[in-house]
């Protein structure tokens, strides 16, 4: 009798109207590994049918010569307003997340989204916005002086940890960290989060401490504390925009994480597809030895507010006054060797 119910269902439901086809576009669905000419149906804002044959619906749209795929979810977006995501969905992103340097308090940033949001989102428990809060910093975004300037009292990485922690219990998707904008928190600090993170069974998100190929100091260095950090605890790796932060020694840094990889553990990397970046002026990303650090100078860097590119003058100016910079510090050779490598899965929760 149950079968019965079934079938009678599914013959209703295949009865029932089609609301919209998206006729002759080119299917990609990753999950299944379809890539083909389909039409595809939609009823009540869901997809329905999936036909190599023409489907029938109340509206029919052509789409031969797109790619009909699944929204795009994006791991690293800081734009986190309603103008955001609306450019967000009219590029076919349907998630937007915050993950490296997330958010504290989670639940009130969830609370001022619900059913107001115009794509999906989520954010990570931020170890940068809780150093802030615990320390005192002035910035809003990033720190610019307690956070980055020095390195957190006892009392102050026990709220650090504990605002974490009440990330985590409010729903955040892991723990973030822009361990290059809080260069002074120490390494036991990290280690602790991390462990934090493995017991809670989440990933974390991680703008590594060091860039550039500075050695040591640089971002060998930097990806080898993680590595390191993610291997002693199990606690599932992320390390985002491996191109801007490894600059010309991506060649060096993608092998590091292919090989953790191949020896079992959890580490996924990304890249963006263009030559330039985005921070803050007056974040720890510029203090004393920048230029060497980067592998960049004065003119790479352009003032977001007037298109400017900077001198030692402007730049001493506009990092007093505090604002965003576009750092122009990567080829298109870097790029493509990014992108070139597939070095990122769907990240693991340890067993």
């Given amino acids: 009798m149950k079968l019965a119910t079934l079938l009678w269902c599914s013959l209703l439901a295949q009865a029932q109207p089609l609301d919209l086809i998206l006729a002759g576009g080119r299917v990609m669905d990753p999950e299944s590994g379809l890539d083909a000419v389909r039409d595809v149906g939609i009823r ?42 609306r450019l967000q969905a009219r590029d076919g992103v349907t998630t937007a997340l915050e993950l490296e340097i997330g958010v504290s308090p989670v639940a009130a940033w969830y609370a001022e989204r619900d059913g107001k949001a115009l794509i999906n989102f989520g954010a990570s428990a931020g170890h940068v916005a809780a150093s802030m809060a615990a320390m005192g910093d002035t910035g809003t975004f990033l720190p610019r002086d307690a956070a980055a300037d020095r390195r957190a ?26 361990l290059a904008y809080v260069p002074r928190a120490s390494r036991q600090e990290i280690l602790d989060l991390f462990r934090l993170a493995a017991a809670e069974r989440v990933p974390c998100f991680v703008h590594v401490r060091y860039p550039g190929p500075r050695d040591p100091g640089g971002v060998v260095e930097a990806i080898q504390e993680v590595l390191a950090d993610a291997a002693v605890t199990g606690a599932p790796l992320h390390i985002v925009h491996i191109n801007s932060s490894s600059g010309p ?33 007056d974040s720890a990303i510029f203090g004393e030895g920048w230029q060497q650090q980067l592998g960049i100078t004065y003119k790479d860097l352009q003032w977001v507010e007037t298109g400017e590119r900077l001198s030692a003058e402007s730049f001493a100016r506009y990092r007093k006054q505090g ?24 990240l693991r929760h340890p067993a």
């Fill in 44 to 85: 009540g804002g869901r997809i329905a049918a999936i036909s190599a044959t023409p489907l029938s619906g109340t509206v029919r749209l052509h789409v031969t010569g797109r790619v009909v795929a699944p929204g795009f979810v994006d791991l690293h977006a800081h734009g986190q307003l309603p103008e955001n995501y």
């Fill in 153 to 178: 009292t006892p009392a102050e990485k026990k709220r650090i940890e504990a605002l974490v922690r009440q990330g985590l219990d409010e729903g955040a998707l892991g723990i973030g960290f822009g």
């Fill in 249 to 281: 020694a991506l060649p060096m840094t993608l092998p590091m994480i292919e090989g953790a990889r191949r020896r079992g553990l959890d580490v996924t990397t990304e890249s963006y597809p263009y030559t330039a970046g985005q921070t803050r002026l």
């Fill in 323 to 346: 604002g965003s910079v576009i750092v122009h510090s990567m080829t298109e050779d870097m790029i493509r060797l990014a992108m070139g490598r597939r070095v990122s899965s769907t």
